[in-house]
Nanobody, 129 residues
Framework: QRHVVESGGGLVQAGGSLKLSCTAS????????VIWFRQAPGKQREGVSC????????HYADSVKGRFTISRDNAKNTAYLQINTVTPEDTAIFYC??????????????????????WGQGTQVTVSS
């Protein structure tokens, strides 16, 4: 069965860091761009970062630039989202999606509103003040 699974969420104190993982099963993630989203309580889902299939391009939402770092290890079929200096405003469910676009420039033109082939169930990040 083909799917992606997020992990690495949890409770973290403000100012701390955590690293989320997005692991694919049943297919080779190396042909897919990976996009991270988050949805805070009572808010709409927000696209936060993108990485192309070979990490040629990345993109970050303005709200997370300088604190979030996206990366991937295709040999491990996994993408990552490093989150530093967390604030209570980062409390959200974080989702990853895999998008079939083996295009090195995909993240420079992504709208975060495309139809993605695979979605994970999400991992909860809770930041205490």
């Amino acid at each position: 069965q083909r799917h992606v699974v997020e992990s690495g969420g949890g409770l973290v104190q403000a100012g701390g860091s955590l690293k989320l993982s997005c692991t694919a099963s049943g297919f080779h993630l190396g042909y897919y761009a990976v996009i991270w989203f988050r949805q805070a309580p009572g808010k709409q889902r927000e696209g936060v970062s993108c990485i192309s299939h070979r990490a040629d391009s990345t993109h970050y939402a303005d709200s997370v630039k300088g604190r979030f770092t996206i990366s991937r290890d295709n040999a491990k079929n996994t993408a990552y989202l490093q989150i530093n200096t967390v604030t209570p405003e980062d409390t959200a469910i974080f989702y990853c999606a895999a998008h079939w676009r083996p295009d090195p420039d995909i993240c420079t033109e992504l709208t975060y509103e495309e139809d993605y082939e695979y979605w994970g169930q999400g991992t909860q990040v809770t930041v205490s003040s």
